[in-house]
């Protein structure tokens, strides 16, 4: 957690955080699970707090998911959309964010299209700022949702084989994966054509490979990553077709396999292309339990930005 | 003024024999009169040199001045004003204003504009194609003899794209005598681009500017520029690829002449790491190992000029996104500190080396003679001189640049170097480090 000069907590990336910091959220994110499941879904933790999704790119999931978990906590909860705000008038990120700010919120969760606006939005603020996906900066409530259910499934994180496969280069999910995968001393292979690889992607602590076939026999855990059709325009691989073949969890692969990793995906899912339909429905409980995961991760994150000792 | 100037004290820079013990230069009549020690003021104005070197006064071969159509990030008084403070007698600006600069009556409304301000010269550089479209070619023979004597030739902030209208506008460049200056960009390789490619561009989730694609466009540039014959001066060289790419043009004896911006020499992309949109522009900051290979290629000659490629924004047009931010840094106010700092002071290159990439060298390629402007501080000669103290610290402060603008990446820097007076047509316009006739922007 970074703590800025007026004693905010941010969250704003996973490569700021400690190993510490990520054990001891889902630690917490752990106790914040069972809330879910009672049959009142409340606790009275930041009663009186007033948290602002400021969703400023498209977002099911994330908005509800972070919508539900500060209910969960009690805080009151705006929600905010680009399509229907001020920006859309052509007022700066800036001025809309100090407005909205200025009405006595305490903590703004933020998604974007553009990497850094979360940290930018830091020194414009006087609250607190979630990160909740960055352009294709980082997404860290979703590595640690990641993280949560991979040690849930597995019951650890230290030397576990993670790849993740698909579309890196314009992948937060990815950034976060690897930053916080690499924290608590899992190792991360990375599936992909070169052309979906950014730059000096090893330095970051990841090695790579073109086969899914080699991650397949090697990994603990397979990390799907949703692939774009746009991409294709991109020029970054030929078709979806191709892509299915080279790089899709086919039914073909998965039954060939005897020890079965476990399947992830950050969602939504595009079945027939990074992953076959058949294969999606056997995995799935996994890919609900990260969404379950979401909201408790989400509950811990706003909890140690908000509540408790630190004030 | 009528009673003449004294600069009196400091110690003169000549290219090449360095710097000269302690002189007296007086001035009268707008030329130099009198080098030598001693010298009785009479009834002329003193300026104190003494602990300061007189130079010729600085010449930019690539600034923004805005005007005309952008006033509100900088005009041609407010960026006079600056470039006078920074120790400039000469700027030379790019067409890219609103209206382009690319006909003669834009062009000798900024040298006008200029003139009227009268605190240095103001030269424009000329379109290379109508609008800055990469289309079809702009008028070079007209601009180039109208008032504002248009030398230099600059699509700049895009390359001329298509390599047919390039070859042609050096033809005809070459029989105008006029010189075309090149920003050189594949932008097939850079759209969308945002800051160096390489580990920090992957950390930081912002789309990448790959260095190739900077030097396909140097290396097209030359290969047109050995064709043509025609004089090219490249912009803003920011990789260690164009710099080889430079050497070996020269070598081959083809007319290149190459520039770097202070902010390529000064900083890294690691200065990226915090999204400060005061470290965008174009072409980006690059590797450690580039700004490397850019110093190298200062020493050993590659590079000729210094320049700043001074291009001020708006506040709101940088306290924005990182990706909808404007790209470019203001620099007039600050080169002189970063080149004593980073170059001098470093030991990269002599103070008179390093000082004639910002006199000798572009009167040289821009032909300044013509202007009256000649690098040397030698009775007879016009007095257009800096004085400026080497060993003054200092620390930037951007709210008290005379620019319009703020967008720089050195706020709070601790600094050494300070221009102190600056003589321009044998008038003072600057003293004590600052204008002399008050500093404050009418109407603020």
Redesign the interface.
């Known amino acids: 957690m970074v703590v800025d000069a007026n004693s905010h907590r941010h969250l704003l990336s996973i490569a700021e955080l400690r190993r510490e910091d990520i054990l001891g959220l889902l630690d917490s994110a752990r106790s914040f699970a069972e809330v879910s499941t009672r049959p009142v879904k409340k606790v009275p933790a930041l009663r009186g707090r007033t948290i602002v999704n400021l969703f400023l790119e498209p977002s099911t999931r994330t908005r509800m998911s972070f919508e539900l978990a500060a209910k969960r906590l009690s805080a009151d909860v705006m929600n905010f959309s680009s399509s229907t705000s001020s920006l859309s008038k052509g007022e700066s990120l800036k001025d809309t964010a100090k407005t909205i700010v200025a009405m006595g919120v305490d903590a703004v969760v933020i998604r974007h299209s553009s990497a850094g606006a979360p940290l930018m939005l830091t020194g414009w603020v006087d609250c607190s700022v979630v990160n909740a996906g960055d352009g294709m900066h980082e997404h860290p409530t979703q590595a640690l949702l990641d993280l949560f259910t991979m040690r849930e499934e597995l019951g650890r994180l230290e030397g576990l084989k993670v790849a993740i496969v698909g579309d890196i280069d314009h992948s937060r999910v990815a950034r976060s994966n690897i930053n916080a995968l690499n924290k608590v001393g899992a190792e991360v292979l990375l599936v992909a054509p070169r052309s979906l690889l950014p730059e000096k992607i090893e330095s970051m602590g990841a090695r790579t490979t073109g086969s899914i076939d080699e991650a397949l026999e090697w990994c603990d855990v397979l990390y799907l990553l949703r692939i774009q059709m746009e991409r294709v325009d991109e020029s970054r691989f030929p078709s979806l077709r191709e892509y299915t073949l080279q790089y899709g969890l086919t039914q073909t692969r998965w039954s060939r396999l005897k020890r079965k990793p476990l399947v992830m995906h950050p969602g939504p899912m595009n079945r027939g292309v990074e992953i076959a339909s058949g294969v999606a429905d056997e995995v799935e409980t996994v890919i609900t339990g990260q969404v379950a995961a979401g909201v408790a991760v989400r509950m811990a994150v706003l909890y140690d930005l908000l509540g408790g000792s630190h004030g | 003024m009528g009673n003449g100037l004294l600069v009196k004290g400091g110690r003169v820079l000549t290219f090449p024999g360095g710097l000269g013990g302690e002189t007296d230069v007086l001035v009268e009549g707008g030329l130099i009169t009198r080098v030598g020690t001693g010298i009785s003021p009479g009834l002329a104005e003193v300026a104190d040199a003494s602990g300061c070197v007189v130079a010729p006064g600085f010449i930019e071969m690539h600034a923004h001045l805005r005007e005309p159509g952008m006033e509100y990030k900088e005009d041609v008084a407010s960026g006079s004003r600056a470039a006078a403070c920074g120790g400039y007698s000469a700027v030379f600006c790019m067409p890219n204003t609103d209206p382009a600069i690319d006909n003669a009556s834009v062009a000798e409304y900024v040298f006008d504009r200029g003139v009227d301000e009268g605190l240095c010269m103001v030269l424009p550089h000329g379109a290379i194609t109508r609008g800055l479209c990469g289309e079809t070619l702009a008028p070079m023979g007209e601009m180039g003899t109208c008032r504002a004597g248009v030398r230099g030739f600059s699509d700049d902030g895009n390359p001329v794209s298509d390599s047919e209208i390039m070859r042609r506008a050096m033809e005809y460049a070459r029989t105008m005598g006029a010189l075309v200056i090149s920003h050189s960009e594949e932008k097939s390789l850079s759209a969308g681009g945002q800051m160096n490619?390489?580990?920090y561009?992957?950390?930081?989730?912002?789309?990448?500017i790959?260095p190739e694609s900077e030097q396909i466009g140097v290396f097209r540039d030359i290969c047109l520029a050995e064709k043509t014959g025609a004089r090219l001066h490249l912009a803003h060289v920011s990789t260690a690829g164009s710099v080889d790419l430079v050497r070996a043009a020269k070598k081959r004896g083809i007319p290149v002449t190459c520039e770097v911006t202070t902010h390529h020499f000064c900083l890294d992309d690691t200065g990226l790491m915090?999204?400060d949109t005061n470290m965008k522009m174009n072409p980006p900051l690059r590797s450690s190992r580039d700004v490397e290979a850019l110093l190298e290629g200062l020493v050993d000659g590659t590079i000729d000029v210094i320049a700043t490629d001074h291009a001020p924004h708006a506040p709101?047009e940088k306290?924005?996104?990182?990706?909808?931010a404007e790209f470019g840094v203001v620099g007039l106010e600050t080169c002189l500190a970063l080149v004593v700092t980073r170059l001098v002071d470093a030991g990269v290159l002599s103070l008179e080396d390093a000082v004639a990439r910002l006199t000798a060298a572009p009167a040289r390629i821009m032909d300044m003679e013509r202007w009256g402007y000649q690098a040397a501080v030698r009775e007879g000669a016009p007095a257009n001189l800096v004085v400026f103290n080497p060993d003054t610290e200092w620390i930037v402060d951007p709210r008290a640049f005379k620019s319009r603008a703020r967008n720089t990446p050195y706020g709070g820097w601790q600094v050494r170097g300070k221009v102190m007076h600056t003589v321009f047509k044998g008038r003072l316009v600057v003293k004590d480090g600052d204008l002399s006739g008050g500093s404050a922007e009418p109407g603020e």
Do not use: A, I, K, M
């Not at chain 2, 561009?201 to 990448?208: A, E, F, I, Q």
């Not at chain 2, 306290?319 to 909808?324: G, I, Y």
């Open positions: 490619e390489g580990y561009s992957t950390v930081l989730g912002l789309r990448g790959p915090s999204y709101h306290e924005t996104e990182f990706d909808q």
